[in-house]
């Protein structure tokens, strides 16, 4: 993103009616505390780090924002 990083992103959806209420996985190679920091200032929701095991990103998005069945 040469213009937004993913904290702008969270700020924008945050400001907006639209997806104000939607759940935001920090996905980040960043150090954690900074991240952390960072992330709570913009209200992301989890934090997940890269390099970790795709099955628990995977799971952590379940327990966010749940499929429901209809």
Known sequence: MPNFDGF???????GSTRFARVPIVAHSSLAEAEIME????V???AFYRKGESLH???QMIEY???VRSL
């Not at 960072?38 to 200032?41: A, S, V």
């Open 8 to 14: 702008s992103v969270a700020r924008a959806m945050r």
């Open 64 to 66: 966010l924002a749940p």
């Open 38 to 41: 960072r992330g709570l200032e």
């Open 56 to 58: 628990g990103l995977l």
């Open 43 to 45: 209200e992301i929701d």
